[in-house]
């Protein structure tokens, strides 16, 4: 492991021009092959599953998927992912769920009405016998549990006094609410959620009710920069982050990472940041093959 994580500094002109700083948090360079915030969420988790089997849900590009299956894999745990929505007979899987079923993850498939339901004890009985994984330790969709709020305060930690504002991509909230956490009072956290439906923010208050027994540091959501809903990546967010690679030579991941650096840049022409104000983008992942 690497931490804490570099922090790179970018020229930008985008942010130069209103006298902002643009810096990176490269927490996709804290593991070869579990990334960042998955592997932040997951650690707190492995110690408490002590060895057990791991049984875990995604979709069927879930990112915390393929970064279960992997650590699955680097430290010898069995490893079975519910996945939501129906298999489709006869089609071979999407790169996402290929890499989880090569690093040893056994997938099992149940439609969206039972996915939905999944977190009620007798429903989840259901999952885990249907998937023979009675005796497996369940981590949470996305990894976002107490113990992951908990790990991903440390994030936070690493950047205090570093940055005025600290945006991060959220699919479940639980690195947003760590991150909070973690950061001095003077700083705030911004998410940018990647799924449209504007649930967050209730869910970030419960995860930190659960981790710290209440609310914990200053964020903030802006909720306009989905694209769409999750996995959806329009022309537009590709030509964004082709450019951005382009300008940078900086591996721009599009589930997540595009639309945050997106948000970034709308925000900065827009003039939200006061003239002065160091901007920090936590990279979360990296884009996959």
Known sequence: MSLPSPVQELVDDRFRR????????RDDL???DLIGNKWRKLVPNLEVAAGRPLLTFGGAYSNHLRATATAGRLLGLPTVGVVRGQELAGRPLNPSLAH?????????????SMYRCKAEPGVLATIRRAAG???????PEGGSNALAVRGCRALGEELRGQADVVAVACGTGGTL??????????QRALGIPVLKGGFLDAEIRALQELAFGGPRGSWTLDHRFHFGGYARTPPELHAFADDFEARHDVPV????????LYGLVALAEEGAFADGTTVMAVITGRPFP
């Open 18 to 25: 209103r006298g902002l700083r643009l810096l990176l948090k």
């Open 133 to 139: 994984a009675e005796d497996a330790y369940v981590v």
């Open 253 to 260: 991941e599009r589930l997540y990472v595009a639309k945050t």
């Open 177 to 186: 609410a760590g991150l909070a956490a973690g950061l001095v009072p003077e």
């Open 100 to 112: 989880c079923v090569a690093n040893g993850m056994r997938l099992h498939f149940v439609d969206r």
């Open 30 to 32: 804290v593991h070869p």
